[in-house]
Every structure is written in C-alpha cells, then in structure tokens.
C-alpha cells in the first residue's frame, strides 16, 4: 500500500484566472478564507507533505506555510507545467494534485486513489464522476502519480502536448468512480463564488 507519508500534495494556484477577470483563483476569499486554503485544509489530513504550485502574489502563498513552487516551462503553460514543477521539487514518491479553485474535495480522495493503483498495477489515478445525463466525466486536474513520471512529463510538454487527459490515458490509469460530483465542483468565475458564498 502506498503510504499516506510518501505522498506529497500539490496545490494548483499557477493560472492565469482569466475567467475571473485575470485575479488570483486561489487567493479569492471563499467565507473568510482563501480558495487555496480551504484546498490545502482538505488535503492536509491525505498526504505526508504539501506544495503549492504558483506563479505571482508568491509572498501571499508563501504565507500559508508550505512550500512554493513556480513554473519552469514559460507563459503560464497550464496544470500540466504546474505538475511538472511539483514532480521537479517532490521529496517523496508520489505525488497529487488538486485544483487551488476546489475546496469541496472528497476527504477520502487520496487513500482512495491510492488503493486503485495498488489493486489495478496502474501507473496514475484520477477520479470519475458521473453527470446528470449520466455521462461520465474524467477530472484529469486530481492525479495521483509516481515521480518517476516526472522525465515522460517533460518529453510529453517538450513535444507541445498540453492537455493532462491525454497524458494520463497514454499511461495505466485507474479510473476512480466517486459519487459526489459536487466534490469536484471548481470556482471558476466571481459569480460562482458568490453563489457558494450563499450556500
């Protein structure tokens, strides 16, 4: 079984929030406090360590008091260069990922991911939702993987991929079916915060 202390949790703040008018996601108060914090509350109790992967207001993301990690791939590349700054500084030998703008997270998401690549010989696990319509719906931005991916990442950013769905389903991947969509529910505009500020 992969141990909750050799798992490092990476917070995702290194976007440019352009669908919230360019402003910091993470650093978007959430009731009192910011959207990153409550990401970093949920994950703490999962994982041996934690990292917060950003690229401005580092000060402010520095004071939550953890580490800071920026971009080595330039022009805000997305989460899949986010990932590869956290694999680049990872101290332990695995690595998840989490979205700054998800402060429902399951708080069952890690140990479960875990079991999956344990009990399937995968290499990678992301959870799967499941829609109103019934669709089923990868949420590529919550991925548990090894850091030894971390030279597969860089050839697969080297070569201009950008999308992490496509880079997770080139590997052995377990497909974790969680319930709650809602869980997975990112804040994406400023109207979408204030509707879960009402909640």
Known sequence: MIARDDITGLILAGGRGSRMG?????????????????????????????????NRNLAAYE????PVVTDSVPDFAGPLAGMLAGLE????????TAPCDSPFLPADLVPRLAQAIEAEGAELAIPVTVDADGRRQLQPVFCLMPVG????????????????????????????????????????TLDELR???AD
């Open 22 to 54: 360019g402003t910091d996601k993470g650093l978007q108060p959430l009731r009192g406090t910011p959207m990153a914090m409550h990401t970093m509350m949920r994950l703490t109790p999962q994982t041996g360590a934690l990292m917060i992967n950003a």
């Open 63 to 66: 004071s939550f008091g953890v």
């Open 89 to 96: 500084q990872c101290q332990t030998g695995w690595m998840v």
């Open 149 to 188: 991916m971390l030279d597969d990442l860089i050839a697969y950013l080297n070569g201009g991929g950008r999308k992490i769905e496509t880079w997770a389903t080139s590997h052995r991947l377990a497909e974790v079916l969680f319930d709650d969509a809602g869980a997975f529910a990112n804040i994406n």
């Open 195 to 197: 509707t879960h500020e």
